[in-house]
């Protein structure tokens, strides 16, 4: 993204280059109203920029309409409260699937693997209103990849959840970056996950980045006394 803004009653992003190189887990870091999911909605396109333009795997976002989908359809968000469908869990992962006209006999293996890979295969069948939040959020994630995105954002994808079920869906990021290519954009509060599974951060404070690169070095040895002063836990987040 170059030149990219976006304003409210007041600007919250202003950002003049951006770029996530395929195949890599950033993580993106700042306190609480830094811009980090207004920043991911945008990337999603479910809301516009102000001004700035967006490329996506090398070219200018479309503004056809038929162009633009085909772009969205190669990415997917998974927000912090996931909305399920008051359907049952295998019904849950497969709505993309299903919704892209792919038929329930040809896909049916698939999802059941991929509820195998988020520890869910045994509540295929169970009503998504009977689930805790650390197997909705799995569902979630098996619904985001079951039409392998090229690009998933997270938007604090573990909030609230406890370690185990941290541990599992960190696991689950880790795997479907390293087997499937799968680039990854998690935003977090939690500076210990970014550092766990994130090879690049990026740290944005009142809408503009801040610091960014190799996550070890960021925590390390920041550039900016911002940086040191989140990383160190002086900072409000």
């Known amino acids: 993204m170059e030149g990219l803004t976006k304003r409210y009653s007041r600007e919250v992003l202003n950002i003049k280059h951006l770029a996530f190189q395929r195949g890599n887990i950033y993580g993106i870091m700042g306190p609480s109203g830094a811009g980090k999911s207004t920043l991911l909605r945008i990337l999603n396109l479910l809301e516009p920029p102000d001004s700035g333009v967006i490329y996506f795997d090398g070219r200018p976002l479309s ?15 998974v927000a912090q409260k996931p909305v399920l469908f008051q359907t049952s869990v ?5 709505f993309g699937l299903k919704a892209r006209g792919y ?28 689930l805790s939040s650390g197997e ?14 090229d690009l998933l954002l997270l938007d604090e994808p573990t909030a609230n ?4 079920n941290v541990e599992m869906i960190e696991q689950l990021i880790l795997k479907l970056n390293r087997d499937r290519g799968i680039t990854v954009v998690m935003v977090t509060h939690n500076i210990f996950q970014a550092r ?39 900072m409000i987040y």
């Open 63 to 77: 503004d056809n309409g038929r162009e633009r989908l085909i772009q969205q359809r190669r990415m997917t968000l």
């Open 90 to 94: 295998f019904e849950n992962a497969a």
């Open 103 to 130: 038929c329930k006999r040809d896909f049916r293996g698939k999802i059941e693997l991929l509820l195998e890979q988020v520890g869910l295969r045994d509540l295929s069948r169970q009503h998504s209103a009977t």
């Open 136 to 149: 909705a959020q799995r569902v979630a994630l098996a619904r985001a990849v079951a039409f392998e995105p």
């Open 161 to 164: 959840l406890d370690p185990s």
């Open 196 to 234: 766990r599974i994130a090879g690049q951060v990026v740290f944005l404070n009142e809408g503009r980045i801040v610091e960014m690169g190799e996550t070890e070095r960021v925590f390390t040895d920041p550039a900016d006394p911002r940086t040191r002063a989140f990383v160190e836990g002086r």
